[in-house]
């Protein structure tokens, strides 16, 4: 069971857009659409912000957006802010009830 | 509103069991659609997922660490434990409890440093 690969740094400036992508097999990302996304601070709790591919849990705001091709799901932050500058994880459902999650990126709002 | 704590040593000693307990308030341990999980993060490297319990008894367990892992829940006290067996430098982590709920773990824990040495 490996880790879902994620590139290690995106940047942008603010208001822009950025996609963080988040690759698996077919064994987990390709096969589920149970694709979830949190947002980490230094030193804080994980936020959930993206579930099942692309759905918002309440509160989130409707600048991020989810999606999913293939094996491969994606993060989408638009109208960049500073305080979106942290860790993103994604993790997926994989096969006989275990969970597999990302290497993590990390997002620089320049 | 839900909140998860983590409790347990910060230090263990190799060989020794790693203990760990997670307090659950603003809710209940019992809640039908929810289950309980542990997910860790060695430093530097990526999260890796433990184990879940439903209050019922329902267990799943990571298969790489099965044989030394046990979850329980305990409804009196709301809580929710992880025991490691057999700790070594590798389970040097840091050791989050989480809700799975609705096909996401969607309320964590701040974490708590667990090092093995």
């Known amino acids: 069971q490996s880790a879902l690969t994620q590139p290690a740094s995106v940047s942008g400036s603010p208001g822009q857009s950025i996609t963080i992508s988040c690759t698996g097999t077919?064994?987990?990302?390709?096969?589920?659409?149970?694709v979830s996304w949190f947002q980490q601070h230094p030193g804080k709790a994980p936020k959930l912000m993206i579930s099942?591919?692309?759905k918002r849990p309440s509160g989130v705001s409707n600048r991020f957006s989810g999606s999913k091709s293939g094996n491969t799901a994606s993060l989408t932050i638009s109208g960049l802010q500073a305080e979106d500058e942290a860790d993103y994880y994604c993790y997926s459902y994989a096969a006989s009830i275990t969970y597999v999650f990302g290497t993590g990126t990390k997002v620089t709002v320049l | 509103q839900l909140q998860l704590q983590e409790s347990g040593p910060g230090l263990v000693k190799p060989s020794e069991t790693l203990s760990l307990t997670c307090t659950v308030s603003g809710g209940s341990v019992r809640s039908s659609n929810d289950y309980w999980g542990w997910i860790r993060q060695p430093p530097g490297k990526g999260l890796e997922w433990i184990a879940n319990?439903?209050?019922?008894?329902?267990?799943y367990y990571n298969p790489s660490v099965k044989s030394r892992v046990a979850i329980s829940v305990d409804t009196s006290t709301n809580q929710f434990s992880l025991k490691l067996s057999s700790a070594t430098a590798a389970d040097t982590a840091v050791y989050y409890c989480?809700?799975?709920?609705?096909?996401?773990?969607?309320?964590w824990g701040q974490g708590t440093m667990v090092t093995v040495s």
């Open positions: 077919s064994s987990d990302v390709g096969s589920y659409n149970l």
């Open positions: 319990i439903h209050y019922s008894g329902n267990i």
């Open positions: 989480a809700r799975w709920t609705q096909n996401a773990f969607d309320i």
């Open positions: 099942e591919v692309n």
